[in-house]
Every structure is written in structure tokens, then in C-alpha cells.
Nanobody, 119 residues
Framework: QVQLVESGGGLVQAGDSLRLSCAAS????????MGWFRQPPGKGREFVAVINPSGDGTPFSESVKGRFTISRDNAKSTVYLQMNNLKPEDTAVYSCAARVRDYGLFNYWGQGTQVTVSS
């Protein structure tokens, strides 16, 4: 059973940066496609970015392009989300997820970490 644990969230001001981490255990991390999602207060979950096992990252949301970067360290079984120039609308619970294929549903989810951006 794969377990994912996010960390790095917090309260920051607009324009600040944060780096979220997601540590995986219990599986073969280097073979998983990893994704970051977020759920703003009162809204549905949205897909932020995805990275394949080789480390090629593709931000999905137009709202984060140019500001967020996804990366991974297979030796540490960890995926990161570097968030720069944060905006109040980035306030959300951020979760990481893993899937064994490069398409379809994500099989494993973390519990999420809160990011709050004040104006």
C-alpha cells in the first residue's frame, strides 16, 4: 500500500513563495506518475500539475503556469511543488497523488496540506 504525506503548507503573504513536498512510502516511487491537486475553499478539486517517472513536468492549470514548478527526487521518493509569486486565489488544500499509468485515475492520495495566501 502506497502512502503519501504532504508537508510545507502554511500562511504566507501575496508574492511569497512556498515549496510543498510529498513523501511516498510503500511502493516503487520511481515508476509512478505523480500529480498535485488543490481544492480552494467552497470549490471542487482542480488538477495543478503532473510529472512522469522520468521527471518531465507539465503544469496543467493556466492559472499557475509560469509560477509553479513540479519536480521529483526518485532517490528520496519525494515530489515537490515550488510555488512562486503566490496569490490569494492560490489559497487551497493541496494534495499529491500517484498513479501507475500515464493516464486514468490516480490510485493513491495524500491527506493534503493547507496553503493560505493573504493579500
Amino acid at each position: 500500500q502506497v502512502q503519501l504525506v504532504e508537508s510545507g503548507g502554511g500562511l504566507v503573504q501575496a508574492g511569497d513563495s512556498l515549496r510543498l513536498s510529498c513523501a511516498a512510502s510503500g511502493g516503487t516511487f520511481s515508476t509512478y506518475h505523480m500529480g498535485w491537486f488543490r481544492q480552494p475553499p467552497g470549490k471542487g478539486r482542480e488538477f495543478v500539475a503532473v510529472i512522469n517517472p522520468s521527471g518531465d513536468g507539465t503544469p496543467f492549470s493556466e492559472s499557475v503556469k509560469g509560477r509553479f514548478t513540479i519536480s521529483r527526487d526518485n532517490a528520496k521518493s519525494t515530489v515537490y511543488l515550488q510555488m512562486n509569486n503566490l496569490k490569494p486565489e492560490d489559497t487551497a488544500v493541496y494534495s499529491c497523488a500517484a498513479r501507475v499509468r500515464d493516464y486514468g485515475l490516480f490510485n493513491y492520495w495524500g491527506q493534503g496540506t493547507q496553503v493560505t495566501v493573504s493579500s
